[in-house]
């Protein structure tokens, strides 16, 4: 099994910066795409910033400038620095990632999700 543990989400006021972080644990053969979605009340889940294993990155428009996703492959792990945070980024943030147990299964898998809360 794999799991992802987040951490670093928490209250900031607007223009205030803050650092996710998610680590990937178990039985990993390779861990393909990482990324990062949210969700905020009453809307769909969206992605935020994905980054492949070669270091290829994707970012939302809306967060195009302000965000930054990173990854340790080493460590298996995705890492998203959030600056210049605007009220409308509240929401809980999940780590996702793309995760082969073996040579020939490879799974979706998704972290517990932290909330992040950007007072005006």
Known sequence: QVQLVESGGGLVQAGGSLRLSCAASG?????????WYRQAPGKQRELVAAVSSGGTTTYADSVKGRFTISR????NTVYLQMN???P?????????AIVATSIIIRNNYWGQGTQVTVSS
Do not use: P, Q, R, W
């Open 27 to 35: 039985s990993i053969f390779s861990v393909n795409t990482m990324g």
């Open 88 to 96: 409308e980024d509240t929401a809980v943030y999940y780590c996702h």
């Open 72 to 75: 340790d492959n080493a460590k």
């Open 84 to 86: 210049s945070l605007k």
